[in-house]
C-alpha cells in the first residue's frame, strides 16, 4: 500500500507534459526492501528501477540519527540499478534516492528502514 503511494507520487513528479512517453524512473524494488527490519552492520544495498538511470547524475543517501550520508554507487551496475554498501547503526534509518532517467526527469523517493539493536 504505501510503496503503491510511493510509486504514484513519483510518477506525478515526473513527466508533467501531457502526451510525452513516461519513461522516467519509477522504483520497482529494493534490498532491503521497504521497511524491512535489517542487522546492524555492513549492508549491500540495492535498487531496481523500471528503465535506465543516469548514475553520473544520480544519488543515494542515508539519513540515521539526524545526518544525511551520501552513499558511493557501485560503479558496476546493470543500466537500471543503483546499488552501494553502507555500514547500518541501529534505529530507525531512510534510504533516500533521486535519479535522472534516460528521458531527462528526475524522480525521487525514500525507502524507510529499521535497523536492528547490537
Ligand atoms: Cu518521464
Redesign the pocket.
Known amino acids: 500500500m504505501l510503496r503503491l503511494m510511493l510509486l504514484a507520487i513519483t510518477a506525478a513528479a515526473?513527466?508533467l507534459s501531457p502526451g510525452?512517453?513516461?519513461?522516467?524512473a519509477i522504483l520497482l524494488d529494493s534490498e532491503p526492501a521497504a521497511r524491512a527490519t535489517v542487522p546492524p552492520g555492513p549492508t549491500g544495498i540495492k535498487l531496481r528501477f523500471n528503465s535506465r538511470i543516469d548514475h553520473a547524475r544520480s544519488r543515494l543517501a542515508l539519513r540515521s540519527g539526524g545526518e544525511e550520508r551520501v552513499l558511493t554507487l557501485d560503479p558496476a551496475t546493470p543500466a537500471d540499478v543503483m546499488a552501494a554498501s553502507s555500514d547500518l547503526q541501529p534505529g530507525d534509518c531512510v534510504l533516500r534516492w533521486q535519479v535522472l532517467?534516460v528521458?531527462?526527469?528526475i524522480t525521487r523517493g525514500e525507502v524507510p528502514l529499521t535497523v536492528q539493536a547490537k
Open positions: 515526473g513527466c510525452r512517453a513516461a519513461a522516467h532517467a528521458d531527462g526527469h
